[in-house]
């Protein structure tokens, strides 16, 4: 069945290290993977989206990989802030016709100065 | 900048009474949701709802469950008997357009069913 999950629930860092977060997917036939942020108490927040036909994309300090030989989406966050400390979820649209997401278990990122 | 936001923030009810959630989505977007997250866990995704009338709904969206765009601005969703299961956190998140990955979720429903 289709799931998209996590390899670690945690990862700590120090501050201005660079953090990579990983995700392990099931569903080849999605269309998008994307990266939520998700801070103490609130609604997860959109950080950056891969297309399936696409296997890197870039934005402000995160990098997003795609790899479907081994069905793997990994979040890259360069120099990271301790406002950077918040759980982070991969998620996929598997649903071609739809655009519903479906969240994968989410990895709780501590940064410490 | 415009937010979704959800009514009330913290919601405690009696097992087996109905309880309402609402949420304002942004206003030009087209597509609402609905997710919930039980402590700890993931996000699961609910329901979609476009153009006044649900296009995708998951298992746990049963027959208990209900959604409604009463006027031109509210997005509520109804759960008609809880039960202590029920008891997460709801979000509410609306997109632009179907082929939108950036949902816009509110704070959350705190909902606890005792």
């Given amino acids: ?42 609604g997860p927040q959109f950080i950056i989206d891969i297309r399936s036909n696409m296997d890197k994309r870039q934005g402000q300090r995160v990098t997003v ?44 990122l501590s940064v410490s100065s | 900048e415009p937010e979704v936001t959800q009514t009330p923030s913290h919601q405690v009810t009696q097992m087996g009474q109905e309880v309402i959630l609402r949420c304002v989505p942004i206003s030009n977007h087209l597509y609402f949701y609905w997710y919930r ?32 765009r009463p006027d031109g601005s509210n997005f509520t969703l109804k759960i008609r008997s809880t039960k202590l299961e029920d008891s997460a956190m709801y979000f509410c998140a609306s997109t632009l357009g179907p082929s939108n990955t950036e949902a816009f979720f509110g704070q959350g429903t705190r909902l606890t069913v005792v």
């Fill in chain 1, 1 to 42: 069945g289709e799931s998209v999950g996590l390899h670690l629930p945690t990862l700590s860092v120090q501050e201005g290290d660079n953090s990579i977060i990983n995700c392990a997917y099931s569903n080849s036939a999605s269309d998008y993977f994307i990266w939520y942020k998700q801070e103490s108490g609130k």
């Fill in chain 2, 37 to 68: 997250q039980i402590l700890g866990q993931k996000v699961e995704f609910l329901v979609s709802f476009y153009n006044n009338e649900i296009s995708e709904k998951s298992e746990i969206f049963d027959d208990q469950f209900s959604v409604e």
């Fill in chain 1, 65 to 108: 990989l795609l790899n479907k030989t081994v069905k793997h989406l990994s979040l890259q966050i360069a120099a990271t802030q301790p406002g950077d400390s918040a759980v982070y979820f991969c998620a996929e649209i598997p649903n071609q016709a739809g655009t519903a997401l479906i969240f994968g278990k989410g990895t709780t």
